[in-house]
């Protein structure tokens, strides 16, 4: 059974850093692209950064540009993503994802994590 399995949420001031970790079980990760996308109270799902399988290319929402960095140890099956400088809109649940494929960029991802809570207080 694929699981992937979150950490690292929590409650932070405006300017502050977290951390979120990924954990990947139940297949091998490490040839698909890995991502994080994040849902705020009343609004839609939306992405928020990717990594390629070997960690060659990483994508990014406009929003979070230059304050987050996505990374990932194939060795763990994990993917980190690394928060920097807070704001308040980035206040959401936080969700790892991935595709079936392997190698390429999906438009679609197939396994989701159950989601951390961020709350960056203002």
């Known amino acids: 059974q694929v699981q992937l399995v979150e950490s690292g949420g929590g409650l932070v001031q405006a300017g502050g850093s977290l951390r979120l970790s990924c954990a990947a079980s139940?297949?091998?990760?490490?040839?698909?692209?890995m991502a994080w996308f994040r849902r705020a109270p009343g609004k839609e799902r939306e992405f928020v950064t990717a990594?390629?399988?070997?960690?060659?290319?990483?994508y990014y929402a406009d929003s979070v540009k230059g304050r987050f960095t996505i990374s990932r140890d194939n060795t763990k099956n994990t993917v980190y993503l690394q928060m920097n400088s807070l704001k308040p809109e980035d206040t959401a649940v936080y969700y790892c994802?991935?595709?079936?494929?392997?190698?390429?960029?999906?438009?679609?991802?197939?396994?989701w994590g159950q989601g951390t809570q961020v709350t960056v207080s203002s």
């Open positions: 994802a991935a595709p079936r494929a392997p190698y390429v960029l999906p438009r679609d991802y197939d396994y």
């Open positions: 139940g297949r091998t990760f490490s040839s698909v692209t």
């Open positions: 990594i390629s399988w070997n960690g060659a290319a990483t």
